[in-house]
């Protein structure tokens, strides 16, 4: 039993010491690590993939290109909890010596930033952005698309539409129930009927309610949820005779049957272009692509930021990094340009989708 | 050096929440499935307490514990009724319940946006703000519980406790009222979780509810199997186990592509092995 526990205690402390060389041996140039915390398994598993699809996307591109640095990858596993997350940073962050991080959505962020700040480290987090929302800290960015801006396109395409009820379904997971909530009393003021429903995350069956809404005269559903909720709700709505032409998804994001989502207009944070959806689903097999467009426009940031930041060192400080970004004001971006505030936000504008055979076609 | 005081900074936090949930599990025999909850309890009394009341650290520490041991002994009166699967069944019940409210009491716990910028302990105008002093901390908490474990063990209480988990009918026949015992070792159990989940929040900076669901307590309950039932040191081995064991496989080397998933398989299989050839644990007195 004792050197069971020692051979424990020595396999961390020895991993744990192991240290990787700084440059690549290939051709000498400079390493940047960069340090992905996404959940790779799990419930969230889809949308890990995604994001890091588009991370490995952007690295495969950018070395075809002559740059100053090499980019390396480095992945860990938060299984989508907050104590996977912690961990995960410090091992990136303290034994990796990564000189970036990058998380998804907000909770996770909120978790690496202090640990970012701490060691002066660069830290990306892609996600909704709401007005207010403080930011993570000195070194930390937030990088997605604003609720306002998503929901102006949204009662945009509403309107549009004619449509003069509609029900919001959504999960009370994240700010997806914040957000709806915002989209309720926009959509009151234009004087469309609307009754919003958040159910906890894990709940299946939601024909009771449809039949509810059915009953209260709701022609119109606007669906906010996550795989496999999206899935399941968009079934048993289709199950009660609801034309799919009425069906909003917001799709953060869509499960994976997308068959289902034939004839939906679907909302989201920056996806990217059509060409860029069809390379990233086709390349990695992926029919669930959120996350993707973020992660790949973050890589690209941080590339622009390292490539063009002048320094006397190997490699540029965080905050003359951080500066360059701040004073750079806008990347070009798939989906759009990114646009930085002052308070560390770098905004990307929605993306407005639709399915056609089964495939996401991108409308605007 | 920095990665492994953040290790055992988790360490001694999951070293807590074994601990007591193996005064209630491991030494009473009452399979409780609702410690998740009393961890999160206490995690929010500090966050709260922290961040929108401007109590200190210490202060929300013991508001957790109170909370917790009201809380355990209206619930745990409702348990002492029962006893094995029921047991099990309705202590997942009660963490189901907290694990929605935390969801969406929103204008307390803010809801599934959680609550971020939770400050460190201070005392005298010294803030534990760097891990080494953090865990120093942590370690003296975790030591204080080990050492409220070990007297209970050897105590005519713990000694009751342990009668009752053998054979409750027969410990009634002796004169002991055993609802009593349950309830007090329930409480107690629930308000040193308290602390637990108040250094977690303090650590982690950032809480939400997804951190203490029903799939938390069973962590908890794997630990405790894994350790050893009843055994304050197979508490303590079954969380630095289950704690640096992932951690271990995140350093072997996998394919990226597939690394996650092979991780968690390895995981998955270790504990499997452990089990078929230590069924009672690492440490364990005592065998469900």
């Known amino acids: 039993m004792k050197k069971f526990l020692l051979s424990i205690l020595m396999a961390t402390a020895l991993t744990a010491c192991g240290e990787k060389a700084e440059t690549s041996k290939e051709n000498e140039k400079p390493v940047v690590k960069i340090g992905a915390i996404l959940p790779l398994t799990g419930n969230s598993a889809s949308l890990g993939e995604a994001c890091k699809s588009g991370l490995l996307k952007a690295q495969r591109e950018n070395k075809s290109q002559n740059l100053k640095y090499d980019y390396e990858l480095i992945f860990e596993n938060n299984l989508g909890t907050t104590s996977a997350t912690a961990q995960a940073a410090n091992k990136l962050v303290y034994q990796d010596k990564v000189d970036v991080v990058i998380t998804f959505l907000n909770g996770m962020g909120y978790v690496v930033a202090p640990i970012s700040e701490n060691k002066d480290i660069l830290h990306f987090c892609g996600t909704f952005q709401k007005a207010d929302l403080k930011p993570l800290g000195k070194t930390s960015f937030v990088q997605g698309t604003s609720i306002e801006e998503l929901q102006s396109k949204i009662i945009e395409v509403i309107k549009s539409k004619n449509i003069s009820d509609i029900a919001i379904i959504s999960v009370n997971f994240s700010n997806a129930a914040q957000m709806m909530e915002i989209l309720e009393s926009k959509l009151k003021k234009e004087n469309i009927r609307t009754s919003l429903n958040v159910f906890n995350p894990g709940e299946r069956d939601f024909r009771i309610l449809i039949e509810k809404l059915k009953k209260e005269g709701f022609t119109h559903y606007y669906v906010s949820a996550f795989p496999p909720e999206t899935d399941i709700i968009v079934k048993q709505l289709h199950d009660a005779n609801i034309e799919n032409q009425y069906i909003l998804g917001q799709g953060i994001d869509l499960g994976n049957n997308n068959d289902l989502y034939n004839g939906i207009t679907c909302f989201s944070l920056t996806l990217g272009s059509q060409k860029f959806i069809d390379e990233v689903s086709q390349e990695y097999d992926l029919t669930n692509i959120y996350g993707a467009g973020v992660n790949y426009n973050i890589f690209n940031l941080i590339v622009n930021s390292y490539e063009n930041t002048p320094s006397e060192n190997i490699k540029p400080s965080t905050n003359d990094l951080i500066n360059y970004i701040k004073n750079t004001k806008k990347f ?29 076609l991108v409308l605007e | 050096m920095e990665y492994l005081i953040n290790l055992a900074i988790l360490f001694g936090i999951y070293s807590m929440l074994a601990l007591s949930l193996n005064l209630v599990v491991g030494m009473s025999g009452l399979v409780s499935l609702a410690q998740a909850a009393f961890y999160g309890i206490g995690a929010y009394a500090t966050a709260i307490g922290m961040t929108s009341l401007g109590l200190g650290f210490f202060t929300t520490i013991l508001l957790g514990m109170v909370i917790n041991a009201v809380i355990a002994f209206v619930v745990g009166k409702i348990l002492a009724r029962f006893q094995g699967d029921i047991y099990a069944i309705v202590s997942a019940g009660l963490s189901i319940i907290v694990f929605s409210i935390l969801l969406n009491w929103k204008s307390v716990t803010n809801g599934p946006l959680g609550i971020f910028g939770i400050g460190k302990p201070e005392i005298a105008g010294y803030t534990f703000y760097s891990n080494s002093a953090f865990l120093l901390l942590t370690l003296v908490f975790t030591l204080v519980i080990f050492a409220i474990y070990w007297w209970i063990d050897r105590s005519s209480f713990g000694r009751v406790l342990k009668a009752l988990r053998e054979d409750e009918k027969l410990t009634q026949i002796m004169g002991y009222k055993t609802k009593y015992y349950k309830s007090v070792i329930f409480v107690l159990s629930a308000a040193l979780s308290g602390i637990a989940g108040s250094f977690f929040a303090s650590y982690i900076a950032f809480i939400d509810p997804s951190t203490f669901q029903l799939k938390e307590g069973i962590f908890l309950f794997t630990i405790i199997i894994v350790g050893g039932l009843s055994s ?7 969380a630095l186990i289950l704690i640096s064991l992932p ?14 998933q092979m991780q968690q398989i390895i995981y998955g299989a270790m504990l499997l092995l452990m089990m078929i050839f230590k069924p009672q644990g690492l440490f364990g007195n005592y065998r469900m």
């Open chain 1, 332 to 360: 070009e971006c798939i989906g759009g340009n990114c646009v930085v505030s002052d308070n560390n936000l770098i905004k990307t504008p929605p993306t407005l989708r639709t399915y056609k055979d089964g495939k996401p």
């Open chain 2, 232 to 238: 304050a040191r197979g508490s303590v081995i079954g």
């Open chain 2, 247 to 260: 951690e271990i496989l995140r350093f072997i080397g996998l394919p990226y592509e597939t690394a996650a």
